[in-house]
Antibody, heavy 114, light 107 residues
Framework: EVQLVESGGGLIQPGGSLRLSCTGS????????MHWVRQAPGKGLAWVSY????????NYADSVKGRFTISRDNAKNMLYLQMNSLRAEDTAVYYC???????WGQGTLVTVSS | EIVLTQSPDTLSLSPGEGATLSCRAS???????LAWYQQKSGQAPRLLIY???SRATGIPDRFSGSGSGTDFTLTITRLAPEDFAVYYC????????FGGGTKVEIK
């Protein structure tokens, strides 16, 4: 069974940094492209970032480009999202997921507020 | 970027009634890589349909997906009490995008 567990969320002041982690199990992590998706309170789902299986290709939503960095460690079955220069509008639950539909973690809440 | 537009925003229905949800793409969805999710408050999205029309494991047959190209539909026959939720479409053929959601509420 595919399992994805996000961690690293919390309350952070505007302008601060946070690193989210996602642990994958139950599937061949190193063979799967991965995404980060977020959901602001009371809003819909929004794609944030993508990384291919070997980590050499990445892509970002315009809203986070230049501030967020996605990376992975296939030896540890880990996916990361480094978030810098955080803004109030980055407040959301962040989910990691595989490129194949349907495999999402339970999410981690990031709150950007002073 | 492929933009997905869902309609209607809200459906007010009674248990036992049928529901038809629409998802329109701004350009053709590659390989009909279109999925539907159900989301309840405080929970992660749950996959219902993938590949436009294939039901995910464990999904009741009252849920069905159809469509191709740019126009897709999720049909729920005989709404059960647990089906009242928000539904999202997602295309995964070119990067990843989601529709804005349709809320199915109890009338």
């Amino acid at each position: 069974e595919v399992q994805l567990v996000e961690s690293g969320g919390g309350l952070i002041q505007p302008g601060g940094s946070l690193r989210l982690s996602c642990t994958g199990s139950g599937f061949t992590f190193s063979s799967n492209s991965m995404h980060w998706v977020r959901q602001a309170p009371g809003k819909g789902l929004a794609w944030v970032s993508y990384i291919n299986s070997d980590g050499r290709s990445t892509n970002y939503a315009d809203s986070v480009k230049g501030r967020f960095t996605i990376s992975r460690d296939n030896a540890k079955n880990m996916l990361y999202l480094q978030m810098n220069s955080l803004r109030a509008e980055d407040t959301a639950v962040y989910y990691c997921g595989t490129a194949s539909p349907g495999n999402w973690g339970q999410g981690t809440l990031v709150t950007v507020s002073s | 970027e492929i933009v997905l537009t869902q309609s209607p925003d809200t459906l007010s229905l009674s248990p036992g009634e049928g529901a038809t949800l629409s998802c329109r793409a701004s350009q053709s969805v590659s390989n009909n890589y279109l999925a539907w999710y159900q989301q309840k408050s405080g929970q992660a999205p749950r996959l219902l349909i993938y590949g436009a029309s294939s039901r995910a494991t464990g999904i009741p047959d009252r849920f069905s997906g159809s469509g191709s190209g740019t126009d897709f539909t999720l049909t729920i026959t005989r709404l059960a009490p647990e089906d009242f939720a928000v539904y999202y479409c997602q295309q995964y053929g070119t990067s990843l995008t989601f529709g804005g959601g349709t809320k199915v509420e109890i009338k």
